[in-house]
């Protein structure tokens, strides 16, 4: 059975940085790309960035790209997403999702993790 363990998530000030860690269990994720979401109140779910787990290709949204860093640790099978430069707009829960590859459909999700940045 496939688990996404999100952790990290709290409240910082603006300027501050929060390190997310995804912790993925129940299958072998070479194929597969790993996906940081998120969903603020009232607004619609984005991707903010992805990396495949074979070879570590990565991709941001432009509303972070330059400020988080998206990695993962091969021995740990653990995703993190690095929040640097928080802004009050990074305000959301924060979703971890595995998609295999070629299909990008996203089939397996944590639980999420609350992330608040106070201005």
């Known amino acids: 059975q496939v688990q996404l363990v999100e952790s990290g998530g709290g409240l910082v000030q603006a300027g501050g940085s929060l390190r997310l860690s995804c912790a993925a269990s129940?299958?072998?994720?070479?194929?597969?790309?790993m996906g940081w979401f998120r969903q603020a109140p009232g607004k619609v779910r984005e991707s903010v960035a992805v990396?495949?787990?074979?070879?570590?290709?990565?991709t941001y949204s432009d509303s972070v790209k330059g400020r988080f860093t998206i990695s993962k640790d091969n021995v740990k099978n653990t995703v993190y997403l690095e929040m640097n430069s928080l802004k009050p707009e990074d305000t959301a829960v924060y979703y971890c999702a595995a998609a295999r590859l070629p299909i990008s459909r996203y089939d397996y999700w944590g639980q999420g993790t609350q992330v608040t940045v106070s201005s």
């Open positions: 990396i495949t787990w074979s070879g570590g290709t990565t």
């Open positions: 129940g299958r072998t994720f070479s194929t597969y790309k």
